[in-house]
């Protein structure tokens, strides 16, 4: 096995790197800065491409291109916009099949992050007015906007979740990897 070059050794530090501080990021400031999802991006593009010439260029647009996956949970407001140009940034750097993975795995990890990390905000009993609200939206057949201090109306972080998708990734055996 021949030693890794100085851009394959960054582009493996990269990776947890920038999950660690997009969790940092989305936990105390509740966004994901524009400035590190482009510099993530343009890592990614470069190292890829000095790794591995044009291939690398392909390499680094298709894990992109996987990443607007995402882009109609954030039409849904499931997902905020710095988690979309979070896994762009990504994308670039861990190419298609990871960035798959990581997606598929962290949106299932979401749905049992997201509601952990709500009820850590509001407790129990703003999940509890959620549930309430939800009745009386399915009996009355209306819907009824979220109030403040229940669940449905915070905004969780998501980056968490794709964080522990990653992590996953690196656990399981995974067809293409």
Partial sequence: MEPLT??????????PLGFALAVIFDLTTNKIPNWFCCALLVSGVVL??????WSGMGFATGGSLVALLTVPLYAKKYIAAGDVKFML???????????LWVLLIGIACGALIA????VTQVGWQGLAMTFKRYYQCAITRTYFKPEPGEVAALRVPYAPALAAGWL??????LPGL
Avoid at 7 to 14: A, I, T, V
Avoid at 89 to 99: E, I, S, V
Avoid at 115 to 118: M, Q
Avoid at 168 to 173: A, F, G
């Fill in 6 to 15: 100085l851009s394959e050794m960054l582009l493996q530090w990269l990776i």
């Fill in 48 to 53: 890829n491409v000095v790794i591995s010439g």
């Fill in 89 to 99: 940034g990504m994308g670039a750097l861990m190419g298609p099949t990871l960035t």
């Fill in 115 to 118: 509601p952990l990390l709500a």
């Fill in 168 to 173: 996953l990734t690196l656990w399981l055996p």
